[in-house]
């Protein structure tokens, strides 16, 4: 039996628009995006063999660090 979506998915415009509001550091879209990808980072976070706080948090530092290290297009 499959897991239904952790999360409903956003229309691809909506996720780029919401990108570019983190790229501009608007904290408002930095909690929406992280709300976004809290399932994934959560289940992510099991398999690593460190406190699940200090896991996840790691995990969202480098997820903002990768998204304003890019390249805007």
């Known amino acids: 039996m499959e897991k239904e979506a952790d999360s409903a998915p956003i229309p691809d415009r909506e996720f ?14 930095t909690l929406q995006l992280i709300e976004l990808y809290k399932p994934v ?5 099991q398999f690593i063999h ?5 896991v996840t948090s790691e995990i969202i530092v480098e997820f903002l660090e990768l998204i304003h290290s890019e390249k805007q297009v």
């Open 16 to 29: 780029l628009n919401l990108l570019n509001e983190v790229r501009n550091k608007d904290p408002e879209a």
């Open 50 to 54: 460190l406190p699940a706080e200090d």
């Open 41 to 45: 980072i959560l289940r992510l976070s």
